[in-house]
């Protein structure tokens, strides 16, 4: 038996098999990352926050010192106790003259007997009639002027409550608060670190489902649609493959020129079209590793 013949022609074989693409095109996988920033300026009290950390929505990791801003709060609330304080005390300035109202109008009552028995003059009448009126003019011009000075007081205080809202929101900014599921990938600031709004604090993104990123040809757009499943081939710890289904949620409208770290079936090919796959994460994938797509 030639063995030299036979040995020559396994690895033509294997050559061959080698060759031949099992995969329609490569690229890498990705997630959605979102950078989380201070919305405050000041020194960071507190921080429970480390890299691989998982977070829910609305978790509470932190705050950054708000004492100077309590203050001011606390001054602009002492500025609308004293405008208050100058507001007057309606009720009792308007029972005065109410007071005088019912006693003239007694008194009133008291001559009109009287002069039906002719033992008072018409006059007295006149002059009890007209101190009534007078009377209730000056109530009436009392309660205008006293309604009046708590509607300016009030006014005034308005100002000041627009600014205690104001601190009230920056207050509320200076906690700390995760704004999805994910893990922390990095993370930029530390406990006791003076920071400004708008520096980041971490970034974390949700890998319970991941995005794949791959480049296809022109040739190949007519085999792909949006929400198809197609396979996504990655290498495992043990040089085997293992595979995942992946939904096709976008495709690029335009070409670009091929990626240089990125291989499609058809290499000779100048331009290719971005697809994104959603693809379910047991854990094992990672943002950056390498794969392969069947459709």
Known sequence: MNYKLIFVLFLALAACGKGKNTYDASGNFE????????????KILQLNLQEGQTLKAGDVIGYIDSTQLSLRKKQLLYSIRALMAKQPDAA??????????ETAEFEKKRIENLLKDDAATKKQLDDLNAQVDLL?????????????TDRSLKTETLPLKAQIEQ???QIKKSVIINPIDGTVLTKYAQQDEIIGSGKAIYKIANLSTILFRAYITGDQLAAVKLGQKVKVLVDDVNGGTKTYEGT?????????????????????????????????????LK???FGEVAF
């Open 248 to 284: 096709l949620e976008w495709v690029s409208d335009r070409a670009e020129f091929t990626p240089k770290t990125i291989q499609t079936k058809d290499e000779r090919a100048n331009l290719v079209y971005a697809i994104k796959l959603k693809v379910k994460n047991d854990g094992f």
């Open 92 to 101: 009792s300035q308007l029972a005065t003259i109410q007071k005088q109202i």
């Open 167 to 169: 601190l009230d929101d």
């Open 287 to 289: 943002i950056g590793m």
């Open 136 to 148: 209730k003019k000056q109530y009436q011009s009392l309660q205008s002027s006293l309604a009046i």
């Open 31 to 42: 997630a959605d990352e979102v950078i989380v920033s201070a919305e405050a300026s000041g």
